[in-house]
């Protein structure tokens, strides 16, 4: 038997155009963005190329180092894999927002108290990890920090370091 139906607008045969640019409201610590982005740009090149802020990391751009690690309503995510339009209206902290400028955040100065850091690329963004994780409530012992901070990778080996230093604000949390 002979099929002769033809399939009339199938979504195969349209070709959809994708928006050339998109606005997007972001709130990055605590400031107002409205960005005109071409829809495919990263949350990371967001932040860094369009509201200047560059203290956030590109690392490998593939979310395996976690360099690029923000706080996206408290919670860390990897601005590399996240595509700014899917982040319209947040509210966004990176790790210039964790200090009021005059202030460090506790574990700013937990990291600077334990030398937990050698080069600093990965600083940045292993502290916002650090704060989303605090945030989290679910780490209860150093073997759950180890595990709950693996997603971010320190090239020069400062783990012994940033273990303490998350140690050490995590005790004075409790």
Same mark, same amino acid.
């Given at each position: 038997?002979?099929?002769?139906?033809?399939?009339?607008?199938?979504?195969?045969?349209?070709?959809?155009?994708?928006?050339?640019?998109?606005?997007?409201?972001?709130?990055?610590?605590?400031?107002?963005?409205?960005?005109?982005?071409?829809?495919?740009?990263?949350?990371?090149?967001?932040?860094?190329?369009?509201?200047? !802020?560059?203290?956030?990391?590109?690392?490998? &751009?593939?979310? #395996? %180092? *976690?360099? $690029? @690690?923000?706080?996206?309503?408290?919670?860390?995510?990897?601005?590399?894999?996240?595509?700014?339009?899917?982040?319209?209206?947040?509210?966004?902290?990176?790790?210039?927002?964790?200090?009021?400028?005059?202030?460090?955040?506790? !574990?700013?100065?937990?990291?600077?108290?334990? &030398?937990?850091? #050698? %080069? *600093?690329? $990965? @600083?940045?963004?292993?502290?916002?990890?650090?704060?989303?994780?605090?945030?989290?409530?679910?780490?209860?012992?150093?073997?759950?920090?180890?595990?709950?901070?693996?997603?971010?990778?320190?090239?020069?080996?400062?783990?012994?370091?940033?273990?303490?230093?998350?140690?050490?604000?995590?005790?004075?949390?409790?």
């Amino acid at each position: 038997m002979k099929n002769d139906a033809t399939v009339l607008d199938s979504p195969i045969q349209k070709k959809q155009e994708l928006p050339e640019y998109e606005l997007v409201n972001l709130t990055i610590n605590g400031q107002f963005f409205k960005l005109k982005l071409q829809p495919w740009v990263s949350l990371l090149d967001a932040i860094r190329e369009y509201a200047g !802020l560059t203290g956030t990391k590109k690392g490998c &751009d593939h979310g #395996q %180092c *976690g360099a $690029c @690690t923000v706080l996206i309503n408290g919670k860390r995510i990897n601005s590399c894999l996240t595509l700014a339009v899917m982040k319209d209206g947040e509210a966004i902290t990176t790790i210039e927002g964790l200090s009021d400028g005059t202030v460090n955040h506790p !574990l700013q100065d937990a990291f600077i108290e334990h &030398d937990a850091f #050698q %080069c *600093g690329y $990965c @600083t940045p963004g292993q502290i916002c990890s650090a704060v989303g994780m605090l945030n989290e409530g679910r780490a209860d012992s150093l073997e759950d920090v180890q595990e709950l901070m693996s997603g971010n990778i320190c090239r020069c080996g400062a783990y012994n370091n940033i273990n303490a230093a998350i140690m050490d604000v995590k005790s004075k949390m409790a």
